[in-house]
Nanobody, 124 residues
């Protein structure tokens, strides 16, 4: 089993930056995939970015490509999401997730473990 805890959310103005962190505890695998999802009020939880734990391969949703950067520190069992040039439409609860699959996916059904989320609010 895996326990995930997100942190780093907050209230910022458009154009500002935030860095989210996700610390994983419990059982982890070098070939697992970890990802960030987000959910705004009235909308489905949507894919933001993913990274393969062993190889560091990254994937991004079109909406954040060029603005967000996903990374990891394997020694600390921590994943990060650097969010630059934030926009009001980025406002959402951001969730950390882990899949036992070695293949990245934007489908939330592929992810077994989830954190409780951290709120990101971007004012205009």
């Amino acid at each position: 089993q895996v326990h995930l805890v997100e942190s780093g959310g907050g209230l910022v103005q458009a154009g500002d930056s935030l860095r989210l962190s996700c610390v994983a505890s419990g059982r982890t695998y070098s070939r697992d995939v970890m990802a960030w999802f987000r959910q705004a009020p009235g909308k489905e939880r949507e894919f933001v970015s993913a990274i393969t734990w062993s190889g560091g391969n990254t994937h991004y949703a079109d909406s954040v490509q060029g603005r967000f950067t996903i990374s990891k520190d394997s020694a600390k069992n921590t994943m990060y999401l650097q969010m630059n040039n934030l926009k009001p439409e980025d406002t959402a609860i951001y969730y950390c997730a882990q899949s036992l699959s070695s293949v990245p996916s934007s489908d939330r059904a592929r992810y077994r473990y989830w954190g409780q989320g951290t709120q990101v609010t971007v004012s205009s």
